[in-house]
């Protein structure tokens, strides 16, 4: 499993590199900036091989520090249940249809990411999960190929990204490489290698990775939608 978290990392730190050099490339157009948290609200959807990640550093908080965060993630779930009752640990979203998570996600909901500091920035920014990374410029293969057309609205004011060639990468490859570490962590944690395990950022941090017995809870896992591998 560890490997498979390492080669995730690097994955992460490629990600990484593309942002930065975009920043670069349009310093007058990319206002993304240290302290700037417009896009931590609402709730995101992460996949376990991120939740194991974003645990990871979660650890090394001061212990105070990780109480006062965890007792948010608490009431969070307790606001996601008052719709999605059964919603319980392993808090796996695939067991239901994507649309059910949506309505947990509505666009109106500016409530921050727990993860937030008292200054906006987040307390686990190395090891936040890839949608953080992700977020606040379109995503465009280097074949040119749009694989998301929406941008912070601080960015770009006076522009459209989607004609810049300087924000391009190679997406497609990344996003493959992401699935098959997924199905890689999904066959250490369980036995069997699975597309899609996913969960909250909220719900991420109360999941127990190393006492759980996974195995038992996955003879009872039903995904409505997601797709397995066997080995």
């Given amino acids: 499993m560890e490997r ?19 920043s670069e490339r349009y310093p007058e157009l990319i206002a993304c900036q240290s302290g700037c948290s417009c896009c931590c609200r609402s709730l995101f959807d992460i996949t376990m091989l991120d939740a194991y990640v974003l ?5 090394t908080l001061p212990a105070e520090t990780r109480e006062l965060v965890l007792a948010k993630c608490r009431a969070r779930l307790e606001l996601m249940r008052e719709q999605w009752p059964e919603f319980r640990h392993p808090f796996v979203l695939n067991e239901r249809l994507e649309e059910d998570w949506e309505a947990l996600m509505p666009d109106e909901d500016e409530t921050p990411c727990v993860l937030l500091d008292d200054n906006g ?15 606040g410029l379109p995503l465009i293969d280097v074949t040119g190929e749009v694989l998301h057309d929406e941008w912070c609205t601080l960015n770009f004011t006076d522009s459209d990204p989607l004609e810049l060639e300087g924000v391009r990468a190679p997406f497609d490859s990344m996003i493959r490489q992401e699935v098959a570490l997924v199905r890689d962590f999904t066959q250490a944690l369980l036995g069997q290698r699975i597309s899609e395990l996913d969960t909250f950022i909220p719900t991420a ?4 990775f190393a006492g759980f017995n996974w195995h038992e809870w996955l003879r009872g896992f039903t995904p409505a939608a997601a797709e397995t591998e066997e080995e």
Avoid at 4 to 22: G, H, N
Avoid at 205 to 208: E, F, K, P, W
Wanted: with cysteine.
């Fill in 205 to 208: 941090l109360l999941v127990d």
């Fill in 121 to 135: 920035r987040c307390l686990v920014y190395q090891n936040r999960p890839m949608t953080c990374r992700l977020h």
């Fill in 55 to 59: 645990q990871c550093g979660f650890a």
């Fill in 4 to 22: 498979t978290v390492q080669k995730y990392q690097e994955l992460l730190q490629q990600i990484d590199r593309w942002f930065a050099l975009s």
